[in-house]
Nanobody, 115 residues
Framework: QVQLVESGGGLVQPGGSLRLSCAAS????????MAWYRQAPGKQRELVAS???????YYIDSVKGRFSISRDNAKSTVYLQMNSLKPEDTTVYYC?????????WGQGTQVTVSS
């Protein structure tokens, strides 16, 4: 059974930082490209950042220079370091493979950026 468990979200002031973690089980993590996604209410889920098994990374323009995706294959965990957070980053963040597999979506972790 595949499980992707996100954690690390919370409330932070604009300009602050958070580090999200996603612990994976039930998949061949070391060979899987992984990604972080986010979905605001009433909007489609969007890709935020991805990382291949070879540690090549991709970011959407709105987070370039502020977010950093990384992975620890020994721990089957993918991370998203988020710096210089903005109110528009407020939403639920999810991890999944890249491309995503519908059955793998977890509960996500809420990130709220507000003063």
């Amino acid at each position: 059974q595949v499980q992707l468990v996100e954690s690390g979200g919370g409330l932070v002031q604009p300009g602050g930082s958070l580090r999200l973690s996603c612990a994976a089980s039930g998949i061949n993590f070391g060979f899987s490209a992984m990604a972080w996604y986010r979905q605001a209410p009433g909007k489609q889920r969007e890709l935020v950042a991805s990382i291949t098994s070879g540690h090549y990374t991709y970011y959407i323009d709105s987070v370039k220079g502020r977010f950093s995706i990384s992975r620890d294959n020994a721990k089957s965990t993918v991370y998203l370091q988020m710096n210089s957070l903005k109110p528009e980053d407020t939403t639920v963040y999810y991890c999944n493979t890249f491309p995503p597999i519908r059955e793998y979506w977890g509960q996500g972790t809420q990130v709220t950026v507000s003063s």
